[in-house]
């Protein structure tokens, strides 16, 4: 195999098409499967007569990952033809970082009958302990979404750049 050969950009380009299509399809399968159940869940809160809110909320926080996941699956796929910017918000680190607070807040607002009970006080105590430190990375992930840091302009190695010279 020659040189020439490793460095064909037709070759490296089919590589970086395939790495990014492939995610980005099984995102968007992953989206649209969600999206037809939430589909399903929203159908059945219209067509019951009882209002349960927690349900309710459990369908917005559903319909809330679909979408992310479908989002993501699609800025995948355009990445391959055009660049796309990046964004503000870490929409990732939101979403996770509601769940969090979600799931806790549920916990102790509606207990569910098989949920775990502590057997003794150092349990208790390590439960409290484990519920306060998921609120806190909830909390720190919230903040982490809208807190970006600069970044910084890729720096050029003295071999790389020594390297390029050559190539020109």
């Given at each position: 195999?020659?040189?020439?050969?490793?460095?064909?950009?037709?070759?490296?380009?089919g590589?970086?098409?395939?790495?990014?299509?492939?995610?980005?399809?099984l995102?968007?399968?992953l989206?649209?499967?969600?999206?037809?159940?939430?589909?399903?869940?929203?159908l059945?809160i219209?067509?019951?007569?009882?209002?349960d809110?927690w349900?309710?909320?459990?369908?917005?926080?559903?319909?809330?990952?679909?979408?992310?996941?479908?989002?993501?699956?699609?800025?995948?796929?355009?990445?391959?033809?055009?660049?796309?910017?990046?964004?503000?918000?870490?929409?990732?680190?939101?979403?996770?970082?509601?769940?969090?607070?979600?799931?806790?807040?549920r916990?102790?607002?509606?207990?569910?009958?098989g949920?775990?009970?502590?057997?003794?006080?150092?349990e208790?105590a390590?439960?409290?302990?484990?519920?306060?430190?998921i609120?806190?990375?909830?909390?720190?992930?919230?903040?982490?979404?809208?807190?970006?840091?600069?970044?910084?302009?890729?720096?050029?190695?003295?071999?790389?750049?020594?390297?390029?010279?050559?190539?020109?």
């Open positions: 195999m020659s040189d020439q050969s490793l460095n064909d950009p037709a070759k490296t380009n590589g970086k098409k395939t790495a990014e299509l492939v995610p980005g399809s995102l968007l399968m989206g649209a499967w969600m999206a037809s159940e939430c589909i399903r869940a929203v059945y219209l067509r019951t007569q009882a209002f809110s349900f309710t909320a459990d369908t917005a926080l559903r319909i809330a990952a679909a979408v992310f996941f479908m989002w993501v699956g699609a800025r995948r796929i355009r990445r391959v033809g055009q660049e796309v910017p990046g964004t503000k918000i870490g929409w990732g680190r939101l979403l996770l970082g509601i769940s969090f607070i979600y799931a806790n807040i916990g102790h607002s509606a207990p569910t009958p949920a775990l009970q502590p057997d003794n006080a150092s208790a390590g439960m409290q302990i484990m519920t306060a430190l609120y806190v990375a909830g909390v720190a992930l919230i903040f982490g979404a809208f807190w970006r840091q600069k970044q910084k302009p890729a720096e050029i190695l003295p071999e790389q750049s020594s390297s390029a010279a050559a190539q020109k």
